[in-house]
């Protein structure tokens, strides 16, 4: 899976989090069942990992590691990068963007082929 569609497929993550969280604060009783895009992206990007029988613990740990090391680094790194954006929205004390705005820019961003 490219970057350009790990982060804009984290930030429709971040976005739908946004969105319950808000309908949970108009409606406390509200039902909250998500999409299940984090599962979804999980199942694409995490390899199947075959460990061989006799491996020991630091053996295992090892691939494991070696084999989800890399998709592990590219999610946490989309969510960082839209997390610092935000971040750095409100800490300048903007008030004229809001946080789904910020969000659509960067899904946009990443739609036209750009990089962080």
Request: hydrophobic content about 40%.
């Amino acid at each position: 899976m490219e970057q350009r569609e790990i982060m804009q497929r984290g930030v429709g993550i971040l976005t739908e989090a946004l969105e319950m969280r808000r309908r949970l604060r108009a409606d406390p009783d509200a039902d909250m069942t998500g999409s299940g895009a984090v599962a979804q992206l999980l199942e694409e990007m995490l390899p199947r990992i075959q460990l061989p029988a006799d491996a020991s613990a630091r053996e295992v740990a090892d691939i494991v590691t070696e084999k989800l090391g890399p998709a592990i680094v590219q999610i946490t790194s989309a969510l960082t990068f839209a997390f610092v954006q935000l971040a750095e929205i409100h800490d300048e004390g903007r008030t004229d963007v809001s946080s789904a705005d910020v969000l659509r820019s960067i899904s946009l961003h990443y739609e036209r082929g750009g990089k962080g």
